[in-house]
């Protein structure tokens, strides 16, 4: 299946971030397209927005995936992501931040992962079936109060399991015939379990 045929049946939204800037990308597959992601990254100074995205594996790590029950509702998700980044990108600076050096103002805008669990918790609230969302790290989710989440969101005990360090092991569809559906794990095979 191609990159955009994939994107357009997707019902789960990746949430991608850069342990070494802390910046954050969201996709609608698995993989970062260069050219998405760099559209999502700040503009306007050199060193925001590098000409050439570092797709290193071990850099870009996922923060959060959010499965909604239709593809329409995570394409609706990802856009409002896109346009609370870009809201926030084109605000003015904050008077505070031009007492600070150069380099501390692109420490504190390339630091995006708190922001976009904030913007992450407000698109699932906006949905009125909500989304089940799982963690690269469980201490992520706590950086948004409960309530935010809103009624329908469900969170995932485990963590975003990673093989290798770096390579995603293929979630499952959350969601079958609109019920949840649990699944387990045992020596690296994954197998469902009964629909609840």
Known sequence: ???????????????????????????LTRQINNDRALRQLPVGTKHLAPQKLQMRKDIWLPL???????????????????HYKQVRASAPLDPAE??????A???????????SVADLAEA?????????????????????????????????D????????HEWVPEPEVYLNGKRKDFVIEDGIM??????
């Not at 019902?11 to 991608?16: G, M």
């Not at 959060?64 to 394409?75: D, G, I, P």
């Not at 031009?98 to 380099?103: E, G, L, Q, S, V």
């Open 1 to 27: 299946m191609s990159s955009r045929k994939h994107m357009l049946s997707s019902k789960t939204v990746y949430l991608f971030r850069n342990i070494q800037t802390k910046q954050v990308v969201s996709s």
């Open 64 to 82: 959060a995936l959010a499965t909604f029950t239709s593809q329409k509702s995570a394409q609706a998700a990802e856009a409002l992501l896109k």
């Open 98 to 103: 031009f007492k600070t050096t150069k380099k």
């Open 105 to 115: 103002r692109k420490i504190i805008h390339m630091d995006q992962i708190a922001e």
């Open 124 to 156: 699932i609230k906006k949905d009125p079936k909500g989304a089940v969302v799982q963690w690269g790290k469980k201490e992520f989710k706590a950086w948004v109060a409960e309530g935010a989440w809103g009624e329908n969101c469900e969170h995932l």
């Open 158 to 165: 485990k963590e975003i399991m990673l093989v290798k360090g």
């Open 191 to 196: 197998s469902a379990a009964m629909p609840r």
